[in-house]
């Protein structure tokens, strides 16, 4: 392992703090965001959930995000080269090599539901939901007949690469610049559009009432969860962009600016949803994984000034969601380059192309998994489609020893007074020491524990209605 040749000097670095926090927002604001919290928060008793997930991302998902950015810029390196650096070469940095492979593998299926988008929205411009009402049909077509599919999956990949490949400054930063004002400025729009509609009271109170009958431990968890995914934590992505920074930036205020923006998106999204769907009578409680492929286009179609209405909306609905999944791609994509280049001494071109080639390749058979192959969509032996193995208990159950291993170190093995040194080079002002210390050593990894005893326990247990519960925090294609 090589892991002192590429000085900070050579990698590159951000251009401003700013850039910094908008890259960390974009990786951190995905399809987690726009697709999955609402639906969470739907099921988990609108602004009950609200209330808890807010609890879960402050008071854990923000310190380790802390420690993430602390890890990645003082260890100078990807995380696997992070980690063995500054714990002196130990064992430790299986977390690091965790990292690197979960956010591959991530990236392959993301692509997949990325390019599902990029198609949503080019049927939409040129308005084919129009035509096609029966939207279970139109994406039950899609998925089985792959060609399509994988066409876009490849598109999608295709721009992360060269996007990644171009480098921190020239490729990941200058997107950056250009994506996350135009996601500020689409979301807007989505949101005047469907607050005027009639009927918006009624959709943003059955969203955010809270309703305290439906929490269980089991929402706790899922709120839990969904605050690591949705806030990139436990896969490297943050240690990455972390190295990238330089010593005289505030890592407390990047890391509260990123999840500040990060929830705000997520709550947004929903103020989008549910006001649309209550606008097009369509049933509130049934708003589950086939939200955005199967209903939302049906609201699409019916709002007014049509056929206008329909096709500026819906395609500025899914360059949203386009723009938010490359954004984050890139993150997922940027953690195995940067080990490439910083520990086997690729070059970054090299190692863009070969990974995000790689990711497409391992991304073919979740794209047929879905209905166009069988064995594929039903698992021999484990009765769920290969996607939804791949986007629910492996990716849950990584991110959550991801970020795991990543507190236990900080707290415990580097140690709480050099990550304070760090953190201190650039806010000498840090104040809240012992409540990060405290959520570091002792609240998150307890946290943590408890979402990987209840994973595996809902993994062994069946019928039990904290299964039935359990749902992927980010995508389930199951139910499609
Ligand atoms: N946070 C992204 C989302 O909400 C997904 C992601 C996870 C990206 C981990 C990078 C690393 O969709």
């Known amino acids: 392992m090589n892991t002192s040749t590429t000085t900070s000097a050579a990698r590159g670095t951000w251009g401003s703090r700013l850039t910094f926090i908008l890259a960390a927002a974009g990786s951190a604001i995905g399809l987690g965001n726009i697709w999955r919290f609402p639906i969470a928060t739907a099921e988990g008793g609108g602004g009950a959930f609200v209330l808890i997930y807010i609890l879960c991302a402050a008071f854990v998902g923000l310190p380790v995000m802390l420690a993430e950015m602390v890890v990645g810029r003082a260890g100078e390196r990807n ?201 097009a009578n369509l049933p509130l409680d049934k708003a589950g994984p086939g939200l955005i492929f199967q209903v939302l286009p049906q609201v699409f179609v019916q709002l007014p000034w049509q056929p206008w209405g329909g096709i500026f909306f819906g395609a500025t609905f899914f360059l949203l969601l386009s723009i938010a999944a490359y954004t984050s791609a890139i993150s997922l994509l940027e953690v195995s380059v940067s080990y490439f280049v910083d520990e086997k001494g690729w070059n970054r071109k090299k190692a863009a192309w070969t990974l995000g080639g790689g990711a497409f390749l391992l991304g073919i058979p979740s794209a047929l998994s879905l209905g166009a192959v069988n064995w594929l969509t039903e698992l021999p032996g484990i009765g769920m489609s290969l996607i939804d193995l791949l986007s629910g208990p492996l990716t849950d159950g990584a991110l959550v020893l991801g970020a795991l291993g990543l507190s236990l170190f900080v707290g415990w093995k580097w140690g709480l007074k050099r990550a304070l040194v760090e953190i201190r080079k650039g806010s000498p002002e840090f104040k809240l020491t012992s409540i990060w210390a405290a959520s570091i050593r002792f609240v998150a990894p307890v946290a943590i524990s408890m979402i990987l005893a209840f994973q595996l326990y809902s993994l062994f247990a069946s019928d039990t209605p904290a299964e039935e519960n359990s749902e992927d925090p980010v995508i389930e294609t199951a139910n499609f």
């Open 79 to 279: 995380p696997v080269g992070a980690i063995a650096h500054l714990g002196n070469g130990t064992n430790w940095r299986w977390i690091g090599g965790l990292g690197v492979l979960a956010s591959f593998i991530v990236l392959s299926f993301y692509s997949v539901i990325s390019g599902w988008t990029i198609y949503y929205m080019i049927s939409a411009s040129i308005g084919t939901f129009k035509e096609t009402l029966d939207t279970d049909a139109f994406f039950a077509k899609l998925v089985a007949h792959p060609g399509k599919e994988i066409f876009y999956h490849g598109i999608f990949m295709i721009v992360t690469i060269l996007t990644v490949a171009a480098g921190i400054r020239n490729g990941i930063e200058r997107t950056i610049k250009i994506a996350m004002p135009i996601l500020g400025l689409v979301l807007l729009v989505l949101l005047v559009r469907a607050v005027t509609l009639p009927g918006a009271l009624e959709g943003l109170t059955y969203y955010l009432m809270p309703d305290f009958s439906k929490v269980t431990a089991n929402t706790v968890l899922q709120a839990l969860a969904q605050a690591f995914f949705s806030l990139s934590l436990g896969m490297g992505a943050i240690v990455t962009y972390g190295s990238y920074l330089r010593k005289n930036e505030s890592l407390p205020t990047s890391a509260g600016y990123v999840v500040v923006m990060d929830t705000t998106v997520a709550l947004l999204a929903g103020c989008i949803i549910f006001p649309a769907l209550v606008y």
